[in-house]
């Protein structure tokens, strides 16, 4: 019986300190936990904070020299949410194992992704509003200059979208407060930073679903964030150089100063070649991106009448190229060698194919008349 009793003894004090241990782990996971998710959320302010300011400015942006145009500036700053947004998702989710008490990570995770949906939403929308695209990620694969996610909407559409992102926005407020009263109704050693990305009142916060819906109207009237497009050919320059220029042999602007260039009527001369390469720089003075740009160069005979022709395939010939080009970006092309004959006069032209709706179409072709020694 005693032997019993000292069996019962021991097996209760062992619960107890078992016990014991286990609350010290608990309490030990609990608020490791939470300065973990304290840094989240403070991030979570940050971002909040930055793409309140953003939305608020949006409409009344202006451009800048280029690359900072209006668009470029609205466009940064959405990525800038949606990649934040998307790390501070991802920091959530790895803060476990080990799990704090009372499903307090489940919680934290959903409010961070509600708000990442909610940057998503708001980006794809504004995107498809004004026809811009997320700018290309370095070492990402490039991707075509397309609106984000599907063809252009409405502002009536946007309006509708732009307040379905808000209110993603206060619910993720909403279910971080709840998250907070429960966490002190349970008495966990969890402390969390404040974090409110839609203020009250909600009808005055630049995130909040009243704000947004009426600002795709703004944003859709905006004419600084119009799409404008401006292709030209800002320098070209010819191989071989020339030994002398009566006309113009190398041609160089930029997009405030270009214009389309036509030759004189003294020739630039050519040093004896068998053929003639033209290095040309496209630049997209525009405010939007541009795909499938064609680049053309085209030779042709300039000889006075009566001049003995040269052989066939040094009389005419073309080639082109497509390239693509980012808003405020050049490239430099070197164009495919065009075969020429001593003694023979050339028109070379140069041009790049603008789209319709550009109204500016200097400096969208170059020209050169050239004699080639012999």
Known sequence: MLLAAVSLVLVVGSLAEI????????????????????????SSNQTGAQLAALMESAPGLTNQALPRTARAVLQQGLDAAVTATAQESDQADRLVPPDPSGRVSDQFSRVMVERAAGAVHLRTTIDRLLGMTPLPVAGAPTTTAAPSSGALISIGQATTDMG??????????????????????????????????????IAAAPLGSPRLAAGAAALGDASELQPFHRLAITAVGLSPPAVSTGGPGLFGADCVSVA????????????????????????????????GVVVTQTLALADPAGTP????????STSR??????????????????????????????????????????????????????
């Open 164 to 201: 379905n992102a808000g209110l993603l926005f206060q619910q993720s407020d909403t279910d971080y407060r709840t998250l907070v009263a429960q966490i002190h109704r349970q008495k966990l050693p969890i402390r969390l930073p404040r974090s409110v990305w839609v203020p009250s009142p």
């Open 19 to 42: 016990h014991a241990q286990s609350s010290g782990y608990r309490s030990s996971t609990d608020s490791g936990y939470g300065a973990l998710a304290a840094v989240v959320v403070t």
């Open 260 to 291: 389309s260039n036509a030759p004189g009527s003294t020739p630039t001369m050519l040093p004896p070649t068998s053929t003639v390469t033209a290095d040309v720089t496209v630049t997209n003075c525009g405010t939007v991106p541009e795909s």
């Open 321 to 374: 190229t497509t390239v693509t080009l980012a808003s405020g970006s050049s490239m430099a092309l070197t164009l495919r060698p065009l075969t020429v004959a001593g003694g023979h006069l050339y028109t070379l032209t140069v041009a790049v194919a603008v789209p319709a709706s550009q109204q500016d179409r200097a400096g969208s072709s170059q020209q050169f008349l050239l004699r080639i020694a012999g």
């Open 309 to 316: 022709l040269p052989p066939a395939d040094a009389r005419a």
